[in-house]
């Protein structure tokens, strides 16, 4: 109802705006709502807010405080604050110190026989072969409980797979929070890995099984190569199934980076160059190897070698600086070629076929081992032959392994012995004498690999399952731990390698799978 005599102010000389052209409003005079009017409009007032879905209990709170309900709004802060109050009464208490302590409620009644341990009649005929002794005519329940444990256990042979899960499930969770909390710390550090651990100790080896490397993508058929990168947290695998895989390793998931398939080409081995950023691959039936330049993505195929007289060119050795590969020939030659024009630019000849050859820590020496069993030392500059000794027993040689610290060389043979030779007694004496042969391999010893510390020598077969060990350096002693005797799943070995610093390690089997272990004792990846 608008009102026509209101009166004009005379000092305002300025027109009003758009906005405010509108003329002012009588006051009214409140309605005195009845109660069903109140009632209605409470109703209609709850009906838009649940509509709107705003029905939360800031606007319930607000919508009581609106329309008169203050006894219940009273009550509820009543009820609400004696809530608040119990609860803090009862879940903590302050301390001297100041600090919440929580406050443990009484039991409302207590047995006090639950505090006396109950004992057992021993003299029982179904409880008398427990007894140690005549003397034991009673025995508590908990004794009892350990004495069935340990006559299971002697029946059995040993603790079963299946109880050992049950009894490691409450250690696990402590051990494995430790562990993961270790492996994250490891996990995250890149780059130059420093880091200083103590001498390894014999005996057993603190050793934890992690998800299968490839598990995301198993090899379809026999892995023939497993291989950590250089620098970065990469493990590759190849295999029969002409295919190479690269594997991110958080001991977890392990997610794969990328696969390259190679058509109508099964991978006989492939290899990482020294900067890690390709990958040399070669096959079982011709000369021709393939080269994968992981930055640019491209893989490069090399159907010829300049000065390369060779039917077939299975196994190589990159030198560590790089600059050279070592192809293994046939009929005992070594040929040196450049990886920069990719030309042989040395040959050597030895007698008897290659088994194996490997470059020294510093690239200035090669050794070889033929399969008669005679172990050569090549200089890498002069193509000479510095020494040439037999391996004392060898009837045929199968492997060949060098540490990285110079310090020692592994030679394996087809009877499964793996003697463990001096570098530096190699060079000097005429005749050098192993200084520990290991002989725990049954069949013949195809391969071995140190850890970047000389601390371990991984030596294994692929002729009989489970044929994978761990000799601790220099006791020249075998890890009693490694592998476990009820728990079988390595099969057999086609291809083994430690992590940069050790701290994990990898094998490669038959059935497509590359299994990784975490070895504790190193903090580094």
Not at 211 to 228: A, D, H, I, K, W
Request: net charge neutral; glycine share 6%; hydrophobic share 30%.
């Amino acid at each position: 109802m608008e009102s026509s005599d209101a009166p004009a102010d005379p000092q305002q000389k300025k027109k009003p705006s758009a906005s405010f052209s509108r003329k002012t409003k009588k006051p009214q005079k409140a309605k005195t709502l009845t109660a069903s009017e109140q009632c209605s409009k409470q109703k209609k007032h709850a009906g838009l807010c649940a509509t709107l879905g705003r029905e939360n209990a800031s606007v319930r709170l607000l919508e009581e405080l609106v329309f008169g309900a203050e006894e219940r709004l009273t009550e509820r802060l009543t009820e609400d604050s004696s809530t608040l109050l119990d609860d803090d009464e009862v879940c903590s208490d302050s301390s001297e110190d100041g600090e919440a302590r929580p406050i443990r409620r009484r039991a409302a009644w207590e047995d006090e026989d639950d505090e006396q341990e109950e004992e057992v009649d021993m003299t029982h005929r179904f409880r008398r072969d427990f007894k140690k002794s005549e003397a034991e005519t009673t025995m508590t329940k908990q004794k009892l409980q350990q004495r069935l444990k340990e006559q299971f256990q002697k029946a059995m042979g040993g603790t079963p797979s299946w109880a050992e899960e049950t009894a490691a499930k409450r250690q696990k969770k402590e051990v494995e929070s430790e562990d993961e909390d270790e492996s994250e710390d490891l996990l995250r550090r890149t780059g130059n890995f420093i880091g200083s651990s103590d001498s390894l100790p014999k005996g057993t080896i603190k050793i934890k099984r992690c998800l299968n490397v490839n598990s995301e993508c198993p090899g379809e058929s026999r892995l023939t190569t497993v291989q950590f990168h250089p620098s970065a947290q990469i493990v590759m695998t190849a295999g029969l199934d002409h295919s190479i895989s690269l594997f991110q390793v958080d001991g977890k998931s392990n997610p794969k980076i990328q696969t390259i398939h190679l058509e109508k080409f099964p991978v006989k081995k492939a290899s990482f160059s020294a900067d890690g950023e390709h990958i040399v691959a070669t096959g079982l039936r011709n000369k021709l190897f393939y080269i994968y330049d992981m930055m640019e993505g491209k893989i490069i195929p090399v159907t010829s070698v300049r000065g390369l007289n060779e039917q077939k060119v299975s196994d190589f050795q990159v030198s560590p600086d790089g600059k050279h590969l070592l192809l293994s020939g046939s009929s005992g030659y070594l040929h040196l070629m450049t990886t920069k024009t990719r030309e042989v630019i040395r040959s050597m000849k030895m007698n008897g076929n290659v088994c194996a050859a490997a470059f020294t820590a510093d690239g200035s020496k090669i050794f070889s081992n033929s399969e008669e069993g005679e172990v050569f030392v090549w200089d890498v500059r002069s193509s000479k032959c510095l020494k040439r000794f037999e391996d004392e027993g060898c009837v045929r040689g199968t492997s060949l392994a060098l540490s990285g610290d110079g310090s020692y060389l592994a030679c394996g043979s087809q009877s499964g012995v793996v003697n463990i030779y001096s570098q530096k007694d190699c060079l000097l004496e005429g005749e050098p004498k192993p200084l520990k042969a290991v002989m725990n391999l049954l069949t013949a010893a195809t391969s071995l690999c140190f850890n970047n510390t000389a601390e371990i020598l991984a030596i294994a077969s692929r002729a009989d399952n489970e044929a994978n060990r761990l000799v601790h350096l220099p006791s020249f002693t075998v890890f009693s731990n490694f592998p476990q005797f009820n728990k079988k799943g390595i099969c057999q070995t086609w291809s083994l390698d430690f992590s940069p610093r050790s701290g994990f390690y990898s094998v490669a089997n038959n059935l497509g799978n590359a299994l990784l272990f975490r070895l504790l004792h190193y903090n580094d990846f």
